[in-house]
């Protein structure tokens, strides 16, 4: 008769993965939360609006731009741990294929855009910065927008691919990894097209929240069959 066992446990390499994804969300949408409240309710200004609003709202609100920009740099280290982390995982349980790699370029490319956005957004918050808003802006933006939510995919599909073909995830949280990782590839449009913009929110925070999940989910042992 076969029977299931489980290997014997073993000191985890790095954080828990469910904390730090955690830890990533909260630093980000804190950062989102205190920059609106701090600019009275305005919300942070489109790249794609007009100018006068743009820089008036950068001259207006200094302290919410910097504020703003200091938790998206503050979110990228989190989640830099969380790609290596969840590299060495999947190393642990046995994945020689790509997709471990993948997830670790991704994921740090992704954390390395998410601070470059936020470091723009502090310098945007000087004033000898002012005869530069509109560059920086969009800077800022082509950075922590598709920059950051593209490489986001393949953290995201680095980790849902092995974890549906080894059998470490469950199916439906694997394939909701690989929908949202599409979607984040599909978001580098917002290059090229204003209409595709509206996939970077979505890419971003099904992803951040798919992230969690999948930290809380990746075992640290791989089951092992003995007869």
Not at 76 to 95: E, F, K, N, Q, V
Request: glycine share 12%; aromatic share 8%.
């Amino acid at each position: 008769m076969v029977t299931q066992t489980t290997a014997p446990r073993t000191a985890q390499g790095g954080p828990p993965l469910g904390v730090l994804g955690v830890v990533v969300t909260a630093l980000f949408i804190a950062g989102l939360v205190l920059g609106t409240a701090l600019a009275g309710g305005t919300p942070f200004p489109s790249p794609f609006g007009e100018a006068g609003p743009i820089v008036a709202y950068f001259q207006d609100h200094t302290l919410a731009v910097r504020v703003g920009g200091a938790f998206q740099f503050a979110a990228a280290i989190p989640l830099a741990i969380y790609a290596a982390t969840a590299s060495a995982r999947l190393h642990h349980l046995g994945i020689r294929a790509p997709g471990a790699t993948i997830a670790l370029a991704g994921g740090l490319l992704a954390a390395a855009f998410l601070a470059t956005s936020g470091l723009i957004s502090w310098t945007l918050s000087e004033p000898g910065a002012h005869d530069f808003i509109r560059p920086l802006q969009l800077l800022a933006f082509a950075a922590g927008g598709p920059g950051h939510v593209v490489p986001l995919g393949l953290l995201l599909a680095g980790i849902a691919v092995p974890g549906l073909l080894a059998g470490l995830l469950p199916r439906w949280l694997a394939w909701a990894g690989l929908a949202v990782a599409a979607v984040a590839e599909l978001a580098t449009l917002s290059l090229l097209l204003e209409g595709a913009a509206y996939l970077l929110p979505i890419a971003r925070f099904a992803g951040l929240a798919w992230l969690i999940v999948v930290g809380f989910k990746l075992p640290l042992h791989r089951p092992r069959l003995n007869s």
